[in-house]
């Protein structure tokens, strides 16, 4: 299967349109969080809140960890089919956080960013990713993104305060577009998945 440049279109897109909502004025922004109690009147934020930032070093953390998803596509170039998983964990992480009625709102690249490293870590072991060594790329993500998940435990603590940068950090967003990525990553290695995408089936990757 031909590479894509389509995963590193969709990070510039992120790291772009977070800057511009940076500098945005406060009344403007707030038409693109998504708040729990009225998404359904602005469903575009289910899309649009992760590029919302509340605070300079969330802003910076984030776009430190996109610049380094960045640097890793840019070297393996995952696929359309991976940009296709990555689009659909996109919306559904953000809704999933309805499971938590103590969610009143969520913002940030975050789960966005744990719902990629899912994929390509699925992808890589899957061999679906045709680079030297694709299962033990994949194995490291895997459990750089477990170990992180467990140490956060968002299903027991979906939300927490962040006393350092005075926010509430939802760790429940990480969880669920974290699982959304495994899911589409693992859906996006299966026949089904091709056709609807319209693409011929990806052929497993020589490295091990």
Same mark, same amino acid.
């Given at each position: 299967?031909?590479?894509? /440049?389509?995963?590193? *279109? %969709?990070? =510039?897109?992120? &790291? $772009?349109?977070?800057?511009? #909502?940076?500098?945005? +004025? ?81 913002? /940030?690249?975050?789960? *966005? %960013?744990? =719902?990629?490293? &899912? $994929?390509?870590?699925?992808? #890589?072991?899957?061999? +679906? ?80």
């Amino acid at each position: 299967m031909k590479r894509s /440049g389509s995963w590193l *279109l %969709l990070c =510039a897109l992120h &790291a $772009v349109a977070s800057m511009l #909502l940076w500098w945005a +004025r406060e009344g403007v922004v707030d038409v693109f969080i998504w708040r729990a109690d009225g998404w359904t009147a602005q469903p575009w934020t289910l899309w649009t809140s992760a590029w919302v930032h509340l605070n300079t070093p969330q802003l910076i953390f984030n776009q430190i960890a996109l610049g380094a998803l960045t640097a890793f596509a840019w070297v393996i170039r995952p696929n359309w089919t991976c940009t296709l998983a990555w689009l659909l964990a996109w919306p559904l992480g953000q809704l999933s956080l309805l499971w938590w009625p103590q969610i009143g709102y969520a913002v /940030g690249l975050s789960g *966005l %960013l744990h =719902a990629g490293v &899912a $994929v390509l870590a699925v992808q #890589l072991l899957r061999r +679906r990713i045709p680079i030297p060594k694709a299962k033990r790329w994949g194995g490291l993500l895997a459990l750089v993104l477990l170990g992180k998940l467990l140490l956060e435990r968002g299903w027991a603590y979906p939300v927490v305060w962040d006393g350092a940068n005075d926010m509430s950090v939802v760790q429940a967003g990480n969880l669920s577009a974290a699982a959304w990525g495994l899911l589409l990553g693992l859906a996006a290695t299966w026949g089904p998945f091709w056709r609807l995408a319209g693409l011929p089936p990806a052929p497993s990757a020589a490295g091990r």
